[in-house]
């Protein structure tokens, strides 16, 4: 079945360095979307990106999607204490209701 | 206010004591999930509905059932639980099942199976 990777498994940087965190598929995605959950929280949608080579941003944050539609990156630029939670990207499957998350990346930011 | 709603948030149980996690959803959302979230696993998809009436497995069915029998629920049916179902649960829903809609979750119930 459809396997998602994503890298690292924790992330500890100080307030202000920037972050990164990678996904990659084993097969072509025809989408993949990012979620967040901060601690003791429920994941919440942050974005989707459709396109090959698609780049959106929201405010600090820049999400890609590769040109071979199989790795996607969420990068966080000067961090913030507010930024700290778990940060997944996850697959739909086009033809059925399956979908596919990452383990997750969790990102802890020292003040 | 729109919102997935999963009762109960916590439930501390034995083996063997069946038991039902209710979720409901008021946003008429067609498409609903159950997945389970374990430390270093991430979310790992229990079973979905396309819509009412239809249900299919995730990655993870053994030792689960759901029903659809109404578009605003999806109950999670645990007929007889073993400690290896503790875990933190989540309720999904989507306008449709059609890849491109994101996901509201409820805000997870906490299992634990002695």
């Known amino acids: 079945g459809q396997q998602v990777m994503q890298i690292p498994q924790y992330q500890h940087v100080q307030e202000g360095e920037d972050f990164t965190t990678y996904c990659n598929s084993s097969?072509?995605?025809?989408?993949i979307q990012w979620y967040k959950q901060r601690p003791g929280g429920h994941p919440v949608f942050l974005i989707q990106?459709?396109?090959?080579?698609e780049v959106k941003k929201q405010k600090r944050l820049t999400f890609q999607f590769g040109e071979a539609k199989k790795n996607s990156s969420l990068h966080i630029t000067a961090t913030q204490t507010t930024d700290v939670g778990t940060y997944f990207c996850?697959?739909?499957?086009?033809?059925?209701?399956?979908?596919?998350f990452g383990d997750g990346t969790t990102l802890t930011v020292k003040p | 206010e729109a919102q997935v709603t999963q009762n109960p948030r916590y439930l501390i149980t034995v083996t063997g004591k069946k038991l039902t996690v209710t979720c409901s959803q008021n946003?008429?959302?067609?498409?609903m999930s159950w997945y389970r979230q374990d430390p270093g696993l991430g979310l790992r998809q229990i079973y979905y509905?396309?819509?009412?009436?239809?249900?299919d497995k995730g990655d993870v069915p053994e030792g689960y059932k759901v029903s659809r029998k109404e578009k605003r629920n999806f109950p999670l049916i645990l007929e007889s639980p073993s400690p290896n179902q503790t875990s933190l649960y989540f309720c999904?829903?989507?306008?449709?099942?059609?890849?491109?809609?994101?996901?509201?979750f409820g805000d997870g119930t906490r299992l634990s199976i002695l």
């Open positions: 999904a829903s989507s306008l449709s099942w059609q890849g491109s809609q994101p996901q509201h």
């Open positions: 097969t072509t995605l025809s989408n």
């Open positions: 990106l459709v396109k090959s080579g």
């Open positions: 996850a697959a739909r499957h086009t033809n059925a209701g399956k979908s596919t």
């Open positions: 946003m008429n959302h067609e498409y």
């Open positions: 509905s396309m819509n009412v009436e239809v249900t």
